[in-house]
């Protein structure tokens, strides 16, 4: 069964007097559009612009008549403002498939994307490097980070720290997947061996790369192998700013135990080490949520082959982790009461569990799957996750503290419940302990789009209609209401000389009027660009303090 939200009036809005510009939403039914063209946008990422606002990265079909797909990127700022081309800027539209993009900041506001791409008749790993206005500093379609005549995939990318990248991948020139990475510079200059560092190089499979900053300048990489040819266990590696291999030549083992490893997750520690968890099937029966914490010399800090982070009845995996300053959270998926919910944990650096044995579950629909977990930037964590209820997924959220107590309401807020599907979400901190939250959304019915929406430290929609106590809704009036022709929005007791703004905002959370109101704080509202239907305003000081809410109808 799909969702189906019936609004009051389907409102085409043709404004000749107003600026209308794109916003954050109001409505988790509503959400912000990051792009909506014509088939479908899917694998989407996000980093931080720096600047409060978030850059998203997806694959792109509108230009195919296939499956293939290009690499295009949206820019939106603190206010949800879309700050490149509508429904995005192309970072790579060359001939036959571009895929799997990932993301890291430039730290200047831009950031650097890198792809599978399979121009040369095999999949290469290529990069583009892409300014804070949405200008291609690189060559056009990307500059070559890795290519042969093999195949190399599933690249993953972070900020070096210096206006570059270093990038790993999996790389398939000795027959076997093996472990490459590469830096590359701010001009897009390949800094280390042509062709990439081989960080592991083993016999047999290694595969499912993931990596972090040392904080040096260099990373901290960690993948799942197979060398000795029975089951997968979990390898990390150190490489320096110069490309050399810090550790054990191949990597030092994290996790050997018994039957298999894998799905590793890596978060720096501060010190030039790491904490690395992982979904681990020691016992034989089913799946568990390991961790281990190594040094700057790659030494085990913990118990030896990791300590246990949730053991519970079935299978937990999906394992993600983030350090939050205080604490290191790990969010899975967990399978212990029939369904999928999600549980979380928060450690220590002596990897001490803050939280109750097996950890705190957070989600409370019918089915959880898919968290994605962040700093909060004020000392706490954010956890997303894709909920599902009886009639399609949504996307949902909760805050967690240092002692693994949840922040805001139980069993998680919304952030987009629109009609059909919304999956994958992920976040980013906005700078002031909330989030900007992206995802693929079905909302259309006929392919995926990219939807984003903002939400408060306290778990609130940005704009302010819900997000503010009631009291707000009684500081105006509109008169008459409801609108045939003229009204008056009156702040009542308006504070002396005191400038206050009045934005008005459609159904769909879009602004669409408004201005300074006099210095009696009266706005008059002249309805004959609107068409009939339900609308929303607020009244804000010059400050952006939000003083009053409220509603009115148009009727013709």
């Not at 794109?22 to 479908?40: C, D, I, R």
């Not at 790369?209 to 040819?229: C, E, F, S, V, Y």
């Not at 959370?509 to 004959?528: A, C, K, P, Y």
Request: charged share 15%; with cysteine.
């Amino acid at each position: 069964m799909r969702k189906r939200f019936i609004l009051p009036l389907c409102i085409l809005l043709v404004f000749y007097t107003f600026n209308i510009r794109a916003q954050w939403s109001n409505f988790t039914t509503v959400n912000t559009p990051v792009s909506v063209p014509p088939k479908s946008q899917q694998n989407a990422h996000g980093v931080t612009d720096k600047k409060g606002g978030i850059i998203a990265a997806w694959d792109d079909n509108r230009n195919s008549t296939g499956n293939s797909t290009d690499i295009y990127a949206q820019r939106l700022n603190s206010a949800g403002q879309a700050k490149w081309p509508a429904n995005g800027v192309a970072v790579c539209t060359n001939t036959l498939m571009q895929r799997s993009v990932n993301v890291a900041e430039d730290g200047v506001g831009g950031a650097i994307f890198v792809w599978e791409d399979n121009r040369n008749g095999n999949y290469d790993i290529y990069a583009q490097h892409i300014d804070s206005s949405g200008n291609a500093l690189w060559t056009a379609d990307g500059v070559a980070v890795c290519s042969k005549t093999t195949n190399q995939k599933n690249p993953k990318i972070i900020t070096d720290q210096a206006g570059g990248a270093i990038i790993v991948w999996e790389d398939s020139v000795n027959i076997y997947w093996d472990i490459y990475a590469q830096r590359i510079s701010s001009t897009g200059n390949l800094l280390w061996t042509s062709g990439g560092v081989g960080i592991c190089t083993a016999p047999n499979m290694q595969n499912n790369p993931r990596l972090d900053i040392d904080g040096a300048g260099g990373a901290i990489i960690t993948w799942q192998d197979k060398r000795g040819n029975v089951d997968y266990d979990i390898y990390a590696q150190r490489v320096n700013a110069t490309g050399a291999t810090q550790w054990n030549s191949n990597g030092v083992v994290v996790c050997n135990a018994t039957n298999t490893q894998n799905n590793p997750r890596v978060e720096p520690d501060g010190a030039s080490g790491a904490y690395i968890a992982w979904v681990d099937k020691r016992t034989g029966f089913d799946y568990d949520i390991y961790a281990q914490r190594l040094d700057a010399s790659g030494a085990a800090q913990w118990t030896g082959n990791g300590v246990v982070v949730c053991n519970a009845s079935t299978n937990q995996s999906a394992v993600d982790m983030k350090y939050f300053g205080s604490g290191l959270i790990l969010s899975w998926k967990d399978e212990r009461n029939g369904s999928y919910d999600i549980y979380m944990q928060v450690l220590n650096s002596s990897g001490v569990a803050s939280g109750t044995a097996n950890g705190v579950k957070l989600s409370s629909a019918l089915k959880s799957i898919n968290p994605n977990s962040i700093s909060d930037g004020t000392g706490n964590a954010i956890v997303v996750w894709q909920d599902s209820t009886v009639a399609g997924w949504d996307v949902t959220s909760q805050k967690v503290n240092a002692s693994a107590v949840i922040q805001w309401t139980a069993g998680g807020v919304t952030v987009s419940n629109a009609s059909d599907d919304q999956v994958n979400p992920s976040q980013v901190s906005d700078g002031h302990g909330g989030a900007i939250y992206i995802w693929e959304d079905h909302r259309n019915t006929a392919d995926y789009d990219v939807y984003a929406q903002h939400l408060y430290t306290n778990g609130a929609v940005s704009v302010g209609i819900e997000e503010y106590t009631q009291a707000h809704a009684n500081n105006s009036l509109c008169y008459p209401n409801p609108v045939s022709d003229v009204a008056s929005i009156r702040l009542k007791n308006p504070e002396p000389d005191q400038e206050y703004t009045l934005n008005i905002y459609d159904i769909y959370g879009n602004i669409v009027g408004g201005d300074n109101m006099n210095q009696e704080g009266v706005f008059r509202l002249m309805t004959s660009a609107f068409s009939a239907g339900i609308y929303y305003y607020t009244i804000s000081t010059k400050y952006t303090t939000l003083v009053s809410k409220g509603h009115f109808s148009i009727i013709r």
